[in-house]
């Protein structure tokens, strides 16, 4: 879990624009993480990580790519089990997003 | 048309028409259907009406509408008043995916309550739009890669760039109006890099002159990259992506063979658009292979009917005719199902719209011939690129599959080895794939065929709520 975390610190998305929109507090990988409002989830995990899952075949890391609900790339499990597609979902207080695949043994922190 | 061949649907009379899509083509269908007393049922897969081209950003943010759409502000604005001007006199329906459709019934799944739902249906508009058209390179699943559409509806709706330092690569217009919006909102964009010669341009001035305004706005985004001192080259072959967790640099080659490496951290890349023609095929349209688009797409008439009674196609969904086309053709299309419900139209307005779209048809050859796709690209791809991001599928796989079976049409190849059979429904890779097809069995693409449409067209929740259908026509 540790070597992971490393390697997947950093964001990937840059925010230019509408940055002084009010504060949503969520949970990232299980720690407390904070959005704006009007984030979608994507967003909202992309500006401070750089991968939304791991791809069940590959194993290797996704972030999305259409951005427009076509591709199907960044479905992200939620901590309830639900998954959903994180361009088009907006992120919601309290929402608990897992980007980690703990499917091989990992286990959550 | 040729209705008469056509098998008998049930009909109820009383039904309203359908709309698939609130894009331009969607909202000008509405607005003209609504113009002549009918009520429009609206659906729609965003929260807002705007589609991807002129798309809104959620409620709550306040850029202007020129920060937004820049040179197309005053379109995107015209489209959106309109559409807010007739909203609460349609049946609008937001977030609302249309993921079946049966001969009289559209299968239904609101996204954020996760309901399902079936609408009776007994003539439809179907304005599904594009996406963006892709060329794997190695390397394009890597966090960080997105497309070039993807990478403006970052921007647009969410005032976020890609990455710090961004490379926009492959070719099309949108190459340049994506790479100049960056460039204003301030991203850092490292390089524009456009497979197309630039010799091409010169070859495309004659038929671009035909819309000298586009032409113009086109002209005025590469001077304005240029004057902001991006880095802009013609003629350039995409090698790979490279990085580890993310995106960290881009190989290519130049237009004079030498290799070249940029540091980035995000690449949006795309070959022009795809029509999102998915419905359509649902619907049991026929289909035509269309040499200008390189793939197949719905049949439509000059007032865009389709083959299937009571299915009329608008927008970039039946062939990529850009947004100004989508509101003609969404126009046309709500005419003729106007006509063919005997309600007297405008028959001038509809002559209008039509002149209007065959000289777009002209302009767009023209843009092929400036933006050409790379037809090398096939043959240069290596076994091991990954074509199917889905399934995880190379080259290399579509090649061995194809020449062991001796497989030469899409959906034998799908069946195989499983290209395009994942979440996306070959939306990503589904062009690539025909393109490996084609040169390994050297055939013609057009003979290729094509990827078919399969319910659900999205993945579907599983702990959905069945909402009983109300709505059954009395056939």
Known sequence: MNNLSAQVSGAQLRRLKERDRPVVAFVLDGRPAQALAGDTVLTAVLTQARQLRTHEFSRQPRAGFCMMGACQDCWVRLEDGHSLRACQALIEPGMHVCTQDFALGDAPP | ?475
Request: aromatic share 4%; glycine share 10%; net charge positive.
């Open chain 2, 1 to 475: 048309m040729t209705q008469g061949s056509l098998p008998q649907r049930a009909v109820c009379q009383d039904l309203p028409p359908v709309i698939v899509g609130a894009g331009p083509a969607g909202v000008r269908a509405a607005q003209t259907v609504l113009a002549h007393g009918l009520r429009p049922v609206v659906l729609d897969e965003s929260p807002r009406a705007g589609g991807q081209i002129y798309r809104r950003p959620p409620e709550g943010f306040r850029r202007s509408g020129a920060e937004l759409y820049g040179t197309e502000a005053g379109r995107a604005q015209d489209v959106h008043d309109s559409f807010d001007a007739i909203r609460d006199r349609v049946d609008y329906r937001p977030q609302t995916l249309v993921w079946n459709a049966q001969p009289d019934l559209l299968d239904l799944l609101h996204a954020p309550t996760r309901t399902l739902s079936s609408l009776a249906w007994r003539d439809v508009i179907v304005a599904t739009g594009a996406t963006d058209r892709v060329l794997p390179i190695p390397g394009w699943t890597l966090p960080g890669v997105y497309s070039l559409g993807g990478s403006q509806v970052a921007l647009k709706y969410q005032g976020c760039a890609i990455g710090d330092a961004v490379v926009f690569a492959g070719t099309g217009p949108l190459l340049y109006l994506v790479a100049s919006q960056y460039v204003r909102a301030g991203a850092h964009v490292a390089a524009v890099l456009d497979t197309a010669p630039a010799i091409q341009r010169y070859k495309a001035a004659p038929g671009m002159l035909r819309q000298p305004a586009v032409m113009a706005k086109g002209l005025a985004l590469v001077a304005r990259l240029r004057l902001h001192g991006t880095p802009v080259h013609h003629g350039v072959r995409l090698l790979r992506a490279e990085g580890i967790a993310g995106l960290e640099r881009l190989v290519w080659e130049d237009s004079a063979g030498r290799v070249q490496h940029t540091t980035c951290s995000a690449l949006g890349l795309g070959h022009a658009l795809r029509p999102e023609s998915q419905l359509a095929d649902l619907l049991d349209c026929a289909f035509e292979f269309s040499a200008l688009h390189r793939c197949h797409v719905p049949r439509t008439d000059a007032m865009r009917r389709s083959s299937v009674a009571g299915v009329y196609l608008a927008g970039d969904g039946a062939g990529i005719m850009g947004a100004d086309a989508a509101e003609s053709s969404g126009e046309l299309a709500a005419l003729a199902l106007l006509q063919d419900r005997r309600i007297p139209v405008d028959a001038a307005r509809i002559a209008l719209l039509q002149r209007r779209l065959a000289k777009t048809e002209r302009f767009r050859q023209a843009l092929e011939i400036a933006f050409p796709f790379p037809r090398e690209w096939a043959a240069q791809a290596e076994d091991d690129l990954v074509v199917c991001r889905c399934e995880n599928i190379s080259a290399g796989t579509l090649r061995k599959t194809a020449l062991e079976t001796g497989a030469r049409d899409m959906s034998r190849l799908k069946a195989l080895c499983r290209v395009g059979m994942g979440r996306c429904q070959g939306r990503m890779c589904g062009t690539a794939a025909a393109e490996i097809l084609a040169q390994v069995q050297s055939i013609p693409l057009a003979d290729v065929g094509r990827l078919r449409a399969q319910a659900p067209l999205k993945p579907l929740p599983v702990d959905v709520t069945v909402q009983p259908t109300h709505e059954v026509p009395h056939g």
